[in-house]
């Protein structure tokens, strides 16, 4: 496995381990964590979705990071990079995104961790645009969004295919950040 870590103060950001598996099934299986999503996950999805971000970490050198805790060394969920597996008026594109477990929550770790990545994204990676998405009633998200540079603008709003037509999530709004807007904002 690729041994790529990004530190911050509080935080490390790292390739995924077989003792996050447990932490992280709990959090997927949580209603409040799955709150903005189909469904809770089963514990065999959540391992099946370790499976698939370790793989991509493997593949690319980046990808959703497992996030734990630096003074503890507590997994909290995951925060990082990842390409959209489906079709829409922005792809192909490089997404952030988070998913951190309710205990978690209000301590900035969603801001502190996405801000690392995207300084990698924007670093070595050498991406040009990140986007990050979620359902319009997802405040929190949305929020850290917000506070790590990204802008909305209302057309960029989409319905989000893999959700079913006239489902409460579907519609989604769309956050960019550019090289240039993240380089200001550093």
């Known amino acids: 496995m690729t041994e790529l870590s990004l530190s911050t103060d509080r935080l490390v950001l790292r390739q995924w ?6 932490p992280f099934a709990a959090l997927n299986a949580d209603p409040a964590v799955t709150e903005h999503f189909l469904a809770p996950l089963t514990r065999e999805q959540s391992d099946d979705l370790v499976d698939r971000l370790a793989a991509s970490i ?16 507590r997994f909290v969920g995951f925060t990082g990079l990842s390409v959209p597996g489906f079709e829409a008026h922005f792809t192909p594109a490089v997404e952030i995104g988070w998913r951190l477990a309710k205990e978690a929550w209000g301590n900035g770790y969603a801001t502190e961790a996405a801000r690392a990545a995207l300084a990698y994204g924007f670093g070595p990676a050498g991406l040009e645009e990140i986007v990050s998405f979620t359902s319009t009633t997802n405040m929190p998200s949305q929020r850290v ?17 893999r959700l079913p037509d006239g489902h409460p999530l579907q519609r989604h709004v769309l956050y960019r950040i550019n090289r240039a807007q993240w380089e200001a904002t550093r």
């Open 17 to 22: 381990r077989e003792s996050d598996r447990e």
């Open 58 to 73: 493997d593949e690319r050198g980046w990808g959703f990071w497992a996030v734990e805790v630096r003074e503890t060394g």
């Open 145 to 161: 969004m917000q506070r790590i540079g990204m802008t909305h603008d209302e057309a960029d709003d989409f319905d989000h295919v």
